[in-house]
């Protein structure tokens, strides 16, 4: 158990539609990053956040945002989903950033139909 | 932007092998990240590396900055090793803190 939880475990949703997916990160971690799995494309950073404050920016469209409050937990909104949005979606937390290991939640897979 | 490459793709061996999966990046990094992932999808981080060697039970990590390379190694091998094994690297950004860059994987089966 790595200490990040991730909810919900597994959402289906149709086309058009937006969805929450939530992280809480390890006791005393202040990063949390978002990263995106598909077939296609393998994994990709998607944003990360520290300490409440948006501290980087990858891969991320526009239809996605994020954001983390200040108990530390994060949410990624994911609106007008498109069948190609289906992927596992990971938390990561750290304590800080470069030199700091990351660990991960078991993943939040979204199925768009 | 990083590329990060990893040899082999598909690697099939036989219990007991000694196994070896290599990274290549492209770019100054911060620190590399070895991952595993097992087929019910839940990512582990294995190592995180800036320098020299790690070692954990049978899995031993390589780093060579200069060569811009690393190395995972599984030592008798066994079939519970079977999973994906992902490398990941951190670059440096302007006193931010970039999330990872991951390579495609390598698919381990080891069997009986």
């Known amino acids: 158990d790595s200490g990040v939880t991730q909810t919900p475990k597994h959402l289906i949703t149709a086309t058009g539609q937006r969805v929450t997916l939530r992280c809480s990160p390890r006791?005393?971690?202040?990063?949390v990053y978002w990263y995106q799995q598909s077939l296609d494309q393998g994994l990709q950073f998607l944003i990360q956040y520290y300490n409440g404050e948006e501290r980087a920016k990858g891969n991320i469209l526009e239809r996605f945002s994020a954001q983390q409050f200040p108990d530390l937990h994060s949410e990624l909104n994911l609106s007008s989903l498109e069948l190609g949005d289906s992927a596992l979606y990971f938390c990561?937390?750290?304590?800080?950033?470069?030199?700091?290991?990351?660990?991960f939640g078991q993943g939040t897979r979204l199925t768009v139909v | 932007k990083n590329e990060v490459e990893q040899s082999p793709q598909n690697l099939t061996a036989q219990e007991g092998e000694f196994i070896t999966i290599n990274c290549s990046y492209s770019v100054g990094i911060s620190a590399l990240h070895w991952l595993q992932q097992h087929p019910g999808g839940g990512i582990v981080s294995l190592f995180m590396l800036s320098s020299g060697k790690k070692k954990h039970g049978r899995l031993i990590a390589t780093i060579n900055i200069q060569e811009k390379h690393s190395s995972l190694h599984i030592t008798a091998s066994h079939p519970r090793d079977s999973a994906v094994y992902i490398c990941?690297?951190?670059?440096?950004?302007?006193?931010?803190?970039?999330?990872?860059?991951f390579g495609k994987g390598t698919h381990l089966i080891i069997q009986p």
């Open positions: 006791s005393g971690d202040l990063s």
């Open positions: 990561a937390s750290s304590v800080g950033g470069l030199h700091t290991e990351a660990f």
């Open positions: 990941a690297v951190r670059s440096y950004s302007g006193g931010g803190a970039d999330g990872l860059t």
